[in-house]
């Protein structure tokens, strides 16, 4: 079972399986359950989206929100694939200080 949250950026939706969220509730329990929505607002309306340095078909979708942790970063990792079909997935998430890593890809102007 996974859920799909839209990303207009990839122009389309990225899933979101109960065992990706498993893992993230787990590995990042200040995210999970608790800012939730907050994930989808990351993909939905980023503030930056870096290449990750570790996977290069994966990418950083960044938002800041003042009302996390005092301001945090919430940071979306997407895996994109295109064969056999064009897919979309969440890898994990997870609350950060500062942002680190990565290639910037796009930002907000």
Same mark, same amino acid.
């Given at each position: 079972?996974?859920?799909?949250?839209?990303?207009?950026?990839?122009s389309g939706?990225?899933?979101?399986?109960?065992?990706?969220?498993?893992?993230?509730?787990?590995?990042?329990?200040?995210?999970?359950?608790?800012?939730?929505?907050?994930?989808?607002?990351?993909?939905?309306?980023?503030?930056? &989206?870096?290449?990750?340095?570790?996977? *290069?078909?994966?990418?950083?979708? /960044?938002? #800041?929100?003042?009302?996390?942790?005092?301001?945090?970063?919430?940071?979306?990792?997407?895996?994109?694939?295109?064969?056999?079909?064009k897919r979309?997935?969440? &890898?994990?998430?997870?609350?950060?200080? *500062?942002?680190?890593?990565?290639? /910037?890809? #796009?930002?907000?102007?």
């Amino acid at each position: 079972m996974s859920s799909g949250l839209f990303c207009p950026y990839l122009s389309g939706d990225v899933e979101l399986s109960t065992e990706r969220e498993r893992h993230i509730a787990e590995n990042h329990p200040d995210l999970l359950p608790k800012y939730r929505d907050l994930i989808a607002e990351a993909l939905a309306e980023p503030d930056q &989206i870096r290449i990750s340095a570790r996977f *290069k078909n994966a990418r950083l979708f /960044t938002r #800041w929100f003042d009302n996390v942790r005092g301001g945090k970063y919430i940071v979306v990792v997407v895996v994109s694939e295109t064969c056999p079909v064009k897919r979309h997935w969440i &890898i994990t998430a997870y609350i950060a200080r *500062k942002l680190v890593g990565g290639e /910037t890809e #796009w930002k907000r102007s």
